[in-house]
């Protein structure tokens, strides 16, 4: 099924991409009237989102059969939390929710081991679910270091005061039967699942339905990385 869902994403691929660039020069053509122009923005925003479907769609049945490499690398999940959260400012892409991060001084010098853009991805999957969902929004992206069995854990949560995950979704990814065999399209979040999960951890959600959070293991600190460099043997 990989193979087959990675066969036909290829041959999508590139008329869509010759869809998304028509529309774009069709939108940005000064000699078009403005309803042709706008129409064709709705075009290649469109497109767009069958883009990230089918990136979405690649990436999830490579994840679920474990066809997904990680890319493993120690980084700071402090830093991972601002950048993801820049990202999304810098292209605009809140729209009229606020955006805000909470980081824990605990979680500032820990550092993390895995694919930071894999997580980066997940952490945007949240965010933008939020900004989807729940127009006008304020949204906070979250970090804290909590102790566990004795292992300590990194918690990065995504959380907004808008309507909740529905719990039928929150069902479905907790591994329960759902009631309406039809099922809702969760397919972004059933991605952070499985990259959490790819790295050891847990996803969870909040009574409300309105807060997210990762449990990831950690890797230690930054002076703890350094002073295993610094040994000779």
């Not at 590139?14 to 078009?32: F, H, I, Q, R, W």
């Not at 059969?65 to 605009?92: E, N």
């Not at 339905?209 to 460099?229: D, F, I």
């Amino acid at each position: 099924r990989t193979e087959w869902i990675s066969g036909v994403s290829h041959h999508i691929r590139t008329p869509l991409s010759m869809v998304m660039g028509y529309a774009d020069s069709l939108e940005n053509d000064a000699a078009l009237p403005l309803e042709a122009r706008k129409e064709a923005g709705i075009i290649r925003e469109q497109s767009l989102k069958i883009k990230t479907l089918i990136e979405d769609l690649n990436l999830t049945s490579k994840l679920e059969y474990h066809m997904q490499p990680l890319r493993v690398k120690d980084f700071m999940p402090a830093a991972l939390l601002r950048q993801a959260v820049v990202s999304i400012l810098i292209g605009g892409g809140q729209g009229s929710c606020e955006l805000e991060t909470d980081i824990d001084d605990a979680l500032e010098p820990v550092v993390m081991r895995g694919d930071e853009a894999l997580l980066s991805r997940a952490l945007q999957n949240l965010i933008g679910n939020s900004i989807r969902h729940n127009p006008g929004c304020r949204i906070c992206v979250s970090g804290r270091l909590e102790r566990k069995d004795g292992q300590n854990l990194c918690v990065l949560s995504v959380r907004d005061d808008g309507s909740g995950i529905p719990e039928e979704v929150r069902r479905i990814l907790e591994g329960l039967r759902p009631t309406d065999p039809d099922g809702p399209h969760i397919m972004g979040l059933r991605i952070v699942s499985q990259i959490t999960s790819a790295h050891g951890g847990q996803m969870r959600f909040s009574a409300d339905g309105r807060e997210v959070l990762l449990y990831l293991p950690t890797a230690g600190t930054l002076e703890e990385k350094k002073a295993e460099a610094q040994k000779w043997w």
